[in-house]
């Protein structure tokens, strides 16, 4: 599967978005290793604060169906990923993020997206 191709199916996830708020519909489609395309929608909830972004609906699927940080190799994403969702595709360990922002398709590392991230190794 191209990025081009992981695009479109996001592009395809957003139309299922629940977004009643803002109306604005994102989707996210990750590739695993062993080819298999996971998709998220953003999520919003009258108390906004609580709403979901797709990128993170999107790994919380993957990761309840058991895959783990390091089985991911592209996230593709409608919109550019918030700075919360950086943080989870460091976490997750994706190889590249390819995204759209302002009518360009733009692909980085999720080191390029958050340098000098947060990570487990602080924790030690
Ligand atoms: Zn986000």
Known sequence: MTDQELLAAADAAAARAYAPYS????????????GR?????????????????????????????????????????????????????HEMGVERVVFRNGGRVVTMTPNELLPESFDSSKLA
């Open 37 to 89: 395309v996971v998709e998220g929608v953003n999520v919003e909830n009258a108390a906004y604060p609580l709403g979901v972004c797709a990128e993170r609906t999107a790994f919380s699927r993957a990761v309840s169906e058991g895959f783990r940080p390091g089985d991911f190799v592209v996230a593709a994403i409608t919109a550019s990923p918030c700075g919360g969702c950086r943080q989870w595709l």
């Open 23 to 34: 109306n604005f519909h994102v989707g996210c489609a990750v590739l695993t290793r062993d």
